[in-house]
């Protein structure tokens, strides 16, 4: 008995064809990266995120390029969502 899993995207995501889908995704800022004070959103008990717009992207996506503008002090969470990885495939998946 064979099982066919239908619906696993073939293309290999790159820079290139990234649709930044993470870029969407709150961002709990938990260590120090560096990450600058007007991307950071604190809630009323102090938790600090990524600040996300009204268009409901992460404040730091540039929009035409869709790439980060602080990428050597973004989040440790986005420096662990792998390019290519499970989670990035289901994002990319989940927004189609």
């Not at 064809?17 to 959103?41: F, S, W, Y």
């Not at 009204?54 to 989040?75: F, K």
Request: with cysteine; proline share 3%.
């Amino acid at each position: 008995m064979s099982i066919r899993i239908q619906n696993i995207p073939t293309t290999t995501v790159t820079c290139a064809n990234c649709q930044a889908c993470c870029c969407r995704l709150e961002v709990m800022i938990i260590t120090d990266t560096g990450v600058p004070k007007q991307h950071i959103a604190v809630d009323e008990y102090g938790a600090e995120t990524m600040l996300r717009l009204d268009d409901g992207w992460c404040s730091a996506v540039d929009r035409e390029t869709l790439r980060c503008t602080i990428y050597e002090n973004r989040p440790w969470i986005c420096r662990e969502f792998e390019m290519g990885s499970y989670e990035c495939i289901t994002e990319r998946t989940d927004s189609m």
